[in-house]
């Protein structure tokens, strides 16, 4: 099937539905997705935002930011992920937890307004990896357009440089919360550490870059143009005394570099 055709599929998909809220993180995929919703129902398509300590100030300003210039209504639900129970000791269906509360908030305010549709943003793409957050989605009847049009990632980028959005070559973004190790605690404070860190890696002309917090440690992982940056030894010196001032004792590069879900990779051991 063609990109075309695809694209074509999710149009006529969302079209069917009467109004919609959209669940929006102003990345790359759920920006596709509300602009393309916001094109096919107008104001019967809704944005909706979660504002919590596990998401940057500078991902909320520009969701904000987007549905201004866009003319889309955009909710912000204040949302707090460490209240929820079992989810600070950060078990292997985290993301699950945080989903199955995410979206009945999101049902909430869905009744509120009398929209009968809520829709999320994970690509053809996400089913290829461990995302427990998709069992939530299924729970809570919660569409996935994207998926049904099964547009991958790569797809999706394209077909927003052809809608015009300042979104299509942005970084891939997770909630701070995927950078912490399975069985970790999740803090506050972690999750600030890690915020302060990734946005001084952000300031620097970093990319695609992800902090990993273990314990006292921070482990970059970056793209080849990140590895670029590192070759100085200026660039070195600079992030590992901006890190400490952090909080953070040691400074690690991950040599095989960014990938999605690379937390992932520890899940045989917790079964072991």
């Not at 460490?82 to 699950?96: K, M, T, V, W």
């Not at 919360?177 to 999740?186: H, K």
């Amino acid at each position: 099937m063609t990109i075309e055709q695809k694209y074509e599929n999710l149009k006529q998909y969302i079209f069917r539905f009467n109004n919609l809220i959209v669940a929006f993180s102003g990345g790359v995929d759920s920006t596709f997705l509300l602009k393309t919703a916001h094109d096919i129902l107008g104001d019967n398509a809704i944005a909706i935002t979660a504002k919590s300590c596990s998401f940057p100030q500078r991902e909320l300003n520009e969701a904000v930011e987007f549905c201004k210039k866009e003319n889309i209504r955009h909710i912000i639900c204040e949302y707090e992920e460490l209240n929820i129970e079992g989810f600070s000791q950060n078990p292997a269906n985290r993301c699950y937890l945080c989903k199955r509360e995410l979206f009945s908030k999101i049902w909430t305010v869905a009744k509120q307004n009398d929209i009968k549709h809520i829709a999320e943003a994970s690509n053809i793409d996400d089913n290829s990896d461990y995302r427990p957050g998709l069992k939530a989605v299924d729970e809570q009847g919660v569409k996935s357009p994207l998926r049904y049009a099964k547009l991958t990632k790569d797809e999706i980028r394209k077909l927003s440089k052809y809608l015009g959005l300042s979104t299509w070559n942005k970084q891939s973004f997770a909630c701070l919360a995927s950078r912490f190790p399975y069985g970790q605690e999740i803090t506050s404070q972690g999750l600030s550490m890690i915020d302060r860190s990734e946005q001084i890696l952000l300031d620097m002309g970093f990319k695609q870059v992800r902090v990993r917090l273990h314990g006292n440690l921070a482990r970059i992982e970056t793209d080849e143009a990140g590895f670029d940056i590192l070759t100085k030894q200026s660039n070195r010196e600079k992030i590992y005394w901006q890190f400490k001032k952090i909080g953070f004792v040691y400074v690690s590069l991950d040599i095989l570099g960014y990938r999605t879900g690379s937390m992932n990779e520890t899940l045989d051991l917790l079964h072991n």
